[in-house]
């Protein structure tokens, strides 16, 4: 996602800090929220595809097909141009009777991992959190040494040991 975030949907404009400035150099709210809301919509897609997951095998996530249709049919042409930009990193799915499931020959384990960082993530107590520690793939959100400060919908991290 990192090398070609425009394969994921994914903005690869300037910055919302960079643009949309107020007089006093200030990003308003409403701004950032409007341009950050695509990118948090796909990692949330991303999270919810790894919390219906269930390991299937090693190196395999099995979806069941009605879940997956399901979560298919809200915004399909954005989770259909995720989905694309994924096989593009060696992402497959195959579609056998009553479950979809998923592999990926670049990454075999990331199969394993989707669906433990997802739930991981969704341990965390405040819902602006989850979905950011999991955009970060951070397997220790839960650790207590962790500290997140969160100002509206712009968590902002900051480690504390």
Partial sequence: MFEEPQSFGLPVTKDVYVADREQDGAVT???????????????GYCMELGSQGKQHHAGALALDAGEFRAFMAKDGRTKERLL????????????????????????????????????????????????????????????????????GSFPTPSMTC
């Fill in 84 to 151: 694309r930009g994924m096989e593009q990193v060696g992402l497959s799915m195959d579609q056998s009777g009553d479950w979809v499931t998923v592999t990926n020959h670049r990454f075999p384990l990331m199969a394993n991992a989707l669906p433990r960082l997802a739930a991981r993530c969704a341990e965390h107590t405040e819902p602006a959190y989850r979905e950011f520690y999991f955009a970060r793939c951070d397997f220790g959100a839960k650790v207590t040494r962790i500290h997140c400060n969160c100002t």
């Fill in 29 to 43: 709210m409403d701004v950032a929220n409007r341009k950050l809301a695509r990118p948090k919509a796909i990692v």
